[in-house]
């Protein structure tokens, strides 16, 4: 059981993602019914509500006030699901509020499970679709008042997120968040990544125009832009985002050998001086691949692993059953394959041609592919 003191800071068990948070009679039957249907979430609620089956169900009880509560778990959990009066959690909150990106989700229930509230952290937090699935289970009414998701149109901050794409900077999210609920004509430049950005039933908003390229964007008039690229944007293309946020969809396939024992450091040393000789972006990289005899190379392991890259290795038949420029038969001798960079990223791209073909650099061996939508 949880004691909660003023002088105190909770000690809390976490397990789950998520945490549900009740203090009534029928706020616990609630918090309930959210456990048992959300795997990953954790029940607090007060004792004197006891029923029995706390333990077994890994449901943590708590005494005291539920003020004292909330901090430990704001810290701690992707979501809150709070089933308590709006204002009350508004006001318990608000002193915890740091940052819309590293804000918890936070969705509030109302003491009847009647309306499912979509309080903070809608979009990057996951709120508001945290809000969907509560309100499905309870049968409740959900309550989401984000503008993009109310008018059905791009929600900036997460354009593209369903894709594993990343903006650049948040600097712009805001303004062009802004001349988009507000029906400015915006410029969407699509230069790679997935074309099915578009989620709803229904025709591309008439202020939306996509253009295939910077350039032909620069020339038409807008209010706001919302960039797709792998690529680094010269300085005039730069102009674009004065009003602009650039996004990175996950395009890049680096085909990649080296000798046993290369260091981490000297991969990734060579990884990002051929980015930026192709004026490449660093986070627009999918999957490093190479051949199996080097699925165990620590090297490799660890400069996909820091990087959150896909890690994938072929069989020197698979590799072979890709036709290179130049077939090495000292590549064979040592590995079966007669090359090991160049089809091991054409194979993951499904790339009719290399963006690079192969560079040698030191220990290690590189080729670049872009995935192709």
């Not at 996951?126 to 309870?138: D, F, P, Q, S, Y």
């Not at 903006?167 to 609920?181: D, G, H, I, N, R």
């Not at 192709?278 to 691949?289: E, F, G, I, M, P």
């Amino acid at each position: 059981m949880i004691e909660l003191k003023e002088e105190q800071k909770a000690v809390i068990k976490q397990q789950g993602d998520y945490a549900v948070v009740a203090i009534t009679k029928h706020g616990v039957d609630i918090a309930r019914t959210l456990g048992s249907s959300f795997q990953n979430a954790d029940v607090y609620y007060m004792s004197k509500f006891e029923k029995g089956d706390e333990e077994a169900r890994d449901i943590q009880l708590f005494t005291g006030s539920v003020r004292m509560l909330l901090p430990p778990l704001f810290e701690s959990y992707k979501g809150l699901i709070i089933i308590i009066s709006l204002g009350a959690v508004v006001r318990m909150i608000a002193p915890l509020l740091k940052d819309k990106k590293v804000d918890p989700a936070v969705v509030v229930i109302d003491d009847k499970g009647e309306h499912v509230i979509s309080l903070l952290s809608g979009h990057i937090g996951g709120a508001n679709e945290l809000t969907k699935e509560i309100a499905a289970v309870l049968q409740a009414r959900p309550i989401i008042t984000t503008a993009s998701d109310v008018q059905q149109t791009i929600p900036v901050d997460l354009f593209g997120k369903r894709f594993g794409w990343v903006w650049e900077s948040a600097e712009k999210l805001t303004p062009v968040s802004a001349s988009v609920v507000n029906e400015e004509k915006v410029a969407v430049v699509q230069e790679s990544g997935e074309k099915e950005w578009w989620p709803y039933d229904r025709p591309l908003p008439e202020n939306f125009k996509v253009f295939p390229s910077v350039a032909e964007a620069l020339d038409q008039e807008h209010s706001a832009a919302l960039v797709i690229t792998h690529r680094e944007l010269t300085e005039q293309e730069k102009r674009i985002l004065h009003n602009g946020v650039l996004y990175r969809p996950k395009v890049i396939v680096l085909g990649m050998g080296c000798n046993r024992g290369t260091s981490a450091e000297e991969i990734e040393e060579v990884i990002n001086e051929t980015l930026e000789e192709l004026q490449l972006s660093s986070k627009s990289v999918k999957a490093l691949c190479t051949i199996d005899i080097k699925k165990a190379e620590e090297g490799l392991i660890k400069v996909a692993n820091k990087n959150g890259w896909e890690f994938i290795y072929y069989t020197p038949t698979v590799l072979n059953s890709v036709k290179v420029e130049d077939p090495s038969e000292t590549v064979f001798k040592y590995t079966g394959a007669y090359a090991v960079s160049e089809p091991a990223a054409l194979l993951y791209s499904g790339a009719e041609k290399l963006e690079l073909v192969k560079k040698k650099s030191g220990n290690v061996t590189i080729s670049v592919a872009i995935i192709p939508y």
